[in-house]
């Protein structure tokens, strides 16, 4: 399974194709050329390095609370191809 998560730019490179995000907090590099003119603060969601678009902040926030419980499972409990089991 593929994931793509929200992140914050923080700053993007002077050739305008290159930036630093916070996801979940972690600065990473991302690649944002295919966003037209990404500036510090956008919301855009990340997939294997690439932002794909921007997300406004209620949604980046409601996607990270949605993350987040996801994460929550049971102790014990494993995720397969057909959903949670002991």
Known sequence: MCLAVP???LSVSP?????????GG????V??????HPVPGD???VHVGFALNRIDAKEAEETLRILASAGELHEGMTITSGGARP
């Open 15 to 23: 050739n305008g194709a290159d930036a630093m995000a916070s996801i």
């Open 26 to 29: 972690i600065e990473k590099p």
């Open 31 to 36: 690649d944002v050329s295919l966003i037209d």
């Open 43 to 45: 919301w855009v969601i």
């Open 7 to 9: 992140a914050e730019i």
